[in-house]
């Protein structure tokens, strides 16, 4: 085909990436890439005859004394036909690669593997079948993998430039988007929407493990509780389940209050009375958030019922524990 | 042309036209309370340069925070605030006013050979709304700036806690400056074309004209609306976007396209209406395909409505929705590829002089080529996701809205800046400029397409190493865009003040204008002028001692006086 070979010119430098597009990295990147340097092509093809009907036409019509413009038709069906029906052909071959692509593109296989997908300002949450979640992305080599995904609160969008990948993740709704990663290595994920003050260092990684090695490393990541301190587990926890959006470590207060010294205090509550922030406290806080409310913060804060595992609530008591 | 036009108006304006409309009246009042539709263009003239100065200075802080991937001297905050002021200036306050408002205002009546518009009292309340949404603008700028980007989208703008009511009325009250200057031009291009003037004998600018202004009255309003349903959200909390609130986000984004895309029709038009009349003047060649830029500039304004869902490829919009708007998306690109053959064929054989405002045109066509070629990678649908959002819709869209209607705002404007003021400006400068200009904006806009296809996301105050190089060179490009057009406004300041007295018709045009004096008088024409076809350049003869162009009935090429060699720079 002409693409494939106009991408063997210009668009195969190094591991078939080129100067436009990174290396492609999964099992669609070929075939966008394909499409774009056909258009590429077709593009670079009309720019030269434009600018170069342009430059001939200054260089010998150029203004000079004596020399009339010379009278030529005012219209003439035939060119004005070529050169709309030439184009015309041109962008329906165009559009229907990209109908085609933007098919394979949307349409995950039935057997892909499921990660769920949680945006929130500012940073994501991916979520194993086995309930693991981390805020870089892993996947098998070889796998399809299907993202589900939500936001919780304003629209964000996953978008990886190595698989060619981009979808929107839009608040109390699930979309979706799926790749098949094709080599091993670590690659960037963007939040490509606008999102607010954090948006563009809402990035993260995404890991490609050779086949095999990714149930290993699944199996791995989710003992980490056992494998560390319960603080440093606690740590983990607070970024990875997104307390961090709402609570700092270093005193200031953002949309709740921040747990740098806070335990063992007597602190206001809405109500007017007072409540010592100890285990019990915390505990009750993280599973029934609004039971007791503090004085001065909004009502805001979602339950972690039946997310976090007893061990997990216990480690996070234990980071805040050791925030002094 | 016939006899009479010639003499009636073969201009002395230093011995018998003593009084012009910028001379015959004095002091602020007379501009502040005129009616008179060319004072008005000039006014916009002023207004909607020191937008696109404002702009351009906040453009120019960005690209220089964006020098390094990491903060150099704007918080993410304050860069998000700067490029959401950025757009909205740019397109609102500049942009989507400049050609219409400022030269559309001072020229269409005159191309008509008409008094002035249908409706002066309206046009110049069009003129202070938009100085009250520009008003408002700088209050949200004051009152705790704007970050939502210029799109607006919900659910952040309905819970960020910046000034978004403030600016949306500000945008409301724009968008109603722009519906009456859009109905005035089409009341007067209907009912007051003078006699000879067929629809198929008007200038290409006001067929352009005429459709942005159908875009405008048409369009206008749903932006308006979408503006009050997203302030009476976060005011009154309504939920209409806002899913918490039962509202559906993506709503906005169809609501806020429905006119934004159209707008980009209402920012081209006019563009490749000033490109029509200067390509064919300065090749002194009949516009080739005439019937078919006319049609096409309507036929793109009603195609421009049915495209809007491209810019959600990735939004969720269901695929079939998205199949059908990338095909809609497609059938505008012909009727504007086709423009750009009709303007080449109209040098063919021509007999092209360099001049300032033909080097903006040719300028126009290299840059509109690749902003116009490169919406293909947009418009289809498997390139479009990975593309979507990135620098590469940046470079995109300012090829587009720079490249197209900046350069041919300038082209236009250097074009009929002898009328306007009456003063010739200095061509090697005004040359070099454009030169300038031209390399600043390719350097400034072209690494952005290439980062932004390896994967370079807009609206990015912090970025990856890997991609400094291109903002460098993207800065550099940017610096070098602000001197050339530092060079191009003192060029026209200094003819403002010592500039050459410019005679009637500098350039051997032919449509109505270059009828009357430079500067027009109060009321254009003495006497209607004769109407015959815009683009017969037969009857315009080069006479030293008026240092123009004169009307004359009888062709005698023998005696042609030698012209003016082309300037170099
Ligand atoms: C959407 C914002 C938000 C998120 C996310 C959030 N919280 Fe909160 N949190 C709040 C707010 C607001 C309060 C204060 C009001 C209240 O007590 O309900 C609060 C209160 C608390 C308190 C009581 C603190 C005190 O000083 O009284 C604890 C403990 C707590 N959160 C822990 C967590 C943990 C652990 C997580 C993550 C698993 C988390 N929060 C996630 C908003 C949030
Ligand atoms: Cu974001
Ligand atoms: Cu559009």
Not at chain 2, 196 to 216: C, D, K, N, V
Request: hydrophobic share 50%.
């Amino acid at each position: 085909m002409f693409s494939n070979w106009a991408s063997s010119m210009l668009f195969a430098q190094s591991e078939g990436g080129s100067l436009f597009l990174s290396p492609p990295s999964s099992t669609v990147a070929p075939m966008v890439d394909s499409l774009f340097s056909l258009i590429f092509w077709i593009s670079a093809f009309f720019f030269a005859l434009i600018v170069g009907l342009m430059v001939l036409f200054v260089v010998k019509y150029r203004r000079r004394n004596g020399v009339e413009a010379q009278k030529t038709a005012h219209h003439n069906l035939l060119l004005e036909a070529a050169w709309s029906i030439i184009p015309i052909i041109l962008v329906v071959v165009i559009f229907v690669e990209g109908v085609l692509g933007y098919l394979d593109l949307r349409n995950p296989p039935d057997d892909a593997y499921e990660i769920r997908v949680t945006g929130r300002k500012w940073n994501w949450a991916f979520q194993y079948p086995n309930g693991h979640v981390e805020n870089n992305l892993h996947v098998p080599m070889g796998v399809p993998v299907r993202l589900v995904m939500t936001s919780e609160d304003v629209i964000h969008s996953l978008y990886i430039p190595a698989f060619r990948v981009k979808m929107d993740l839009v608040p109390e709704r699930y979309t979706k988007a799926w790749f098949e990663a094709t080599r091993p290595g670590t690659y960037r994920l963007y939040c490509a929407e606008y999102c607010g003050t954090e948006h563009s260092n809402m990035t993260a990684n995404v890991v490609v493990h050779e086949p095999g090695e990714f149930e290993a490393w699944l199996e791995d990541a989710s003992n980490f509780l056992d494998k560390m301190p319960p603080a440093e587990a606690g740590k983990l926890l607070y970024e990875r389940r997104g307390c961090i959006q709402c609570h700092t470590i270093d005193g200031t207060s953002k949309t709740g209050p921040s747990f740098r010294g806070i335990f063992g205090t007597q602190q206001p509550l809405a109500d007017g009375s007072t409540v010592t922030v100890d285990e019990n406290y915390i505990r009750e806080s993280i599973l029934e958030p609004l039971t007791k409310v503090r004085a001065g913060y909004r009502p805001v804060m979602p339950t972690y019922r039946g997310q976090l595992k007893d061990a997990e609530i216990s480690a996070i008591i234990e980071f805040i524990k050791s925030l002094k | 042309m016939s006899a009479t036009v010639a003499t009636q108006s073969a201009p002395h304006p230093q011995a018998d036209a003593p009084t012009n409309y910028l001379t015959v009246t004095r002091g602020w009042r007379s501009w502040a309370f005129t009616l008179d539709h060319k004072r008005i263009g000039v006014m916009y003239l002023v207004a909607v340069l020191s937008a696109f100065l404002l702009g351009g200075i906040m453009a120019l802080i960005l690209r220089m925070e964006l020098v390094t991937p990491t903060r150099l001297f704007l918080s993410e905050d304050l860069y998000n605030h700067m490029f959401t002021l950025h757009g909205a200036v740019m397109t609102f306050l500049f942009i989507i006013p400049s050609i219409p408002a400022a030269l559309g205002n001072f020229l269409l009546p005159i191309m008509l050979g008409a008094k002035d518009l249908a409706f002066p009292r309206l046009n110049l309340a069009s003129f202070y709304l938009w100085v009250a949404g520009a008003i408002f603008f700088l209050l949200a700028i004051v009152l705790g700036g704007l970050d939502t980007g210029w799109t607006f989208y919900t659910p952040y703008s309905t819970t960020t806690n910046t000034s978004v009511v403030t600016a949306t009325i500000g945008a409301f009250v724009l968008g109603f400056s722009s519906i009456f200057t859009g109905l005035n031009f089409i009341a007067t291009i209907n009912t007051m074309r003078p006699p000879g003037m067929t629809w198929f004998r008007m200038p290409l600018f006001l067929w352009a004209l005429y459709a942005t202004s159908i875009i405008q009255v048409l369009a206008t309003p749903v932006l308006g609306i979408t503006l009050v349903l997203l302030a009476a959200e976060r005011v009154l909390g309504i939920g209409v976007f806002d899913p918490k609130l039962g509202g559906d986000p993506v709503l906005f984004q169809h609501f806020f396209w429905f006119y934004s895309h159209p707008a980009v029709y209402i920012m081209i038009l006019p563009a490749m209406g000033v490109i029509s009349e200067v390509v064919s003047v300065f090749s002194r060649k009949h516009i080739f395909g005439y019937r078919f830029i006319a049609y096409s500039s309507i036929a793109i304004a009603l195609l421009g409505f049915l495209v809007w869902g491209h810019h959600m490829f990735t939004s969720g919009q269901s695929q079939r929705a998205a199949i059908i708007f990338s095909g809609l998306t497609f059938s505008v690109s012909i009727p504007s590829a086709i423009k750009v053959f009709n303007w080449l064929t109209t040098m063919y054989k021509g007999s092209i002089w360099l001049a300032t405002p033909m080097c903006y045109a040719l300028a126009f066509i290299f840059l509109f080529g690749i902003g116009g070629l490169t919406g293909l990678f947009l418009g289809a649908l498997a390139t479009d996701v990975h593309l979507h959002d990135t620098y590469f819709v940046v470079a995109h869209f300012h090829y587009v809205m720079m490249g197209g209607t900046l350069i041919a705002f300038l082209a236009g404007l250097h074009y009929w800046w002898p009328k306007m003021f009456g003063r010739m400006y200095h061509e090697g400068w005004a040359q070099l400029a454009c030169f300038i200009v031209f390399v600043g904006l390719n350097l400034t806009f072209f690494p952005q397409f290439i980062m932004g296809s390896r994967g370079m996301p807009r609206r990015y105050a912090r970025y990856d190493a890997e991609f400094q190089p291109f903002h460098v060179m993207s800065t550099t490009g940017a610096l070098l865009l602000g001197v050339g057009l530092v060079i191009c406004a003192l060029v026209l300041w200094q003819s403002l003040r010592r500039g050459r007295k410019a005679p009637a018709n500098p350039w051997g045009g032919a449509t109505l204008e270059w009828h009357c004096a430079s500067p027009p008088p109060l009321e254009n024409f003495a006497v209607a002028p004769t109407v015959g076809d815009p683009y017969d350049f037969d009857g315009l003869v080069y006479k030293g001692e008026e240092e123009g162009y004169v009307f004359e009935p009888k062709k005698q090429p023998a005696k042609r006086e030698a012209e003016p060699e082309p300037a170099t720079v």
